[in-house]
Each structure stands twice: as structure tokens, then as C-alpha cells.
């Protein structure tokens, strides 16, 4: 079945309203017309099932339906091959173009393997790397006076920071930022690097390898989908910059790549 939104008509429409109704979710009349009963219906389903709530009948839908999506469909959904280095130089107009010809393609292939290939998630991760590590290579995080006490050690205030999983020196420099996403944190290195199948405890240097960084930015993403989806549907580019940082650092970066691969890509 191909994904299906308000205005659709057919007898995709009238097996769709049929399930809905089936699980409990009354979409009205089974007519074959998508009008806003069957929208309702749909968002309801997909609050219930913790999906993205915004009434389209997409892949996931359809799966958590009980639906098979035709293949063509699926292929469909990824814009990847779209993604050329010549755009995303546009998008970084100040760093180098050897560092976009190296690791884009790492990067676009772990967002493949996550299944988000689509525009909105592939803006979201290349306006990441814009803001967190301008030059498109992974890196450490800088001292500055937010990690850093006056005259301390590099990092020692994140020694015992709770919120981050550390347990005390040297924590705070063994687990400091690193990587495309600046991953932080004894807990995060923990908690990604299992997912992985990486020990980012023993050897927390490696999320500086640009496909472990690849992998870890597109991972960090997936576990914040439905998030980071509902502020973009909303056009709320703070909010989506804050679901990854957690605040508003480099948001202006985040902005400008993101608004103008939006551009190009609409193109």
C-alpha cells in the first residue's frame, strides 16, 4: 500500500478506514474519501502508538497498521541520493571542501541505515554538524568557562555531573565532547556505545573516527525521531537545535544550513 493523507481517494482509503475502525479508532463511514474523520482517526492511532502525530498515513503507519508499503514506496522516501557534496558545500560555505568529499558519505550512509534519509532528517543532521563542528571533521570539545573552573583542570566541571552519568576525575575529560554530535557524558558513551556494539567506555576516543561519529550522530537522531519531526513540522528550529544540545548554541549556524538546504533541495 502507498501512504495515503487527506484528500485521497480509492479502495486504499476504504481498507485503511476498515483497520482504523477494526482497532477501535471510528474514522465514520468506510467511503473510500480521506476527509477529516479518517484524519482524526489516524492521528488518534498514531498518538496511541507513540508515532509522529500528524494524520499522514506514512511507512510507519502503514507497518504499525498491519500494512505492507509497496517497495517503490519505501525507496521513495530517501532523498539521499539528492545529496551531492556540491550542495553541501552551500550549506558550509567556510570549511573546506576535502573534509565534505571524506565524510559525507559516511555520514549519509548512517542516516541511510537508520531509515532517515528523508529531507527533514538529513537537513537536521547535516545543520548539527554545521553547528557543532563547523569544518565537517569530528572533534573534541574545546575548554571554555562551562566545563572548565577557573584555574581547574580541563573539564573538571563535568567531573561529577550527574546529569551526564560521570562518577569523578577524570571523568569529566575522559567523556568530554566528541565526535560530529559532540557525544557527552559517561552515561551517553555508555548507552550509545552498547547500541553500537563499540566500548566507548574503555576507548572513548574512538567516537572521533569519522564513521563511528557517522554512526553515533545518525543513532542520537533516531532516538530523538519523533521529537525532532514534530518541531520541524512546526518550523520550530530552536526547539529542534534544543532536542540535540539542549539549548541554543550555535543556533544561528544550525539556521543558516538548514534553511538553505532546505532551498536547494526543494529545488
Known sequence: MKPLKIDDFGPDVALLQ??????????GKVDQDFGTGTEAAVIAFQKSEGLLANGIVDIKTLLALGFEPEPETVAAHSIIQNVTVGLVSRMFPATPLDNIKKNLPAVLGAL???QLGDRNMILMALSTIRAETAGFVPIDEGKSRFNTSPGGKPFDLYDHRKDLGNQGPPDGSQFK?????????????????????????????KANDPQIAADILALFLKTKERQIREALIDDDLRQARRLVNGGSHGLAEFTDAFRTGERLLSA
Open 18 to 27: 476498515q483497520r482504523l475502525k477494526a482497532l477501535g479508532f471510528n474514522p
Open 112 to 114: 541511510e541505515k537508520q
Open 177 to 205: 565532547g566528541r565526535g560530529f554530535i559532540q557525544l557527552t557524558g559517561r552515561s551517553n558513551y555508555k548507552t550509545i556505545g552498547d547500541k553500537l556494539k563499540i566500548d566507548l567506555i574503555t576507548n572513548p576516543t
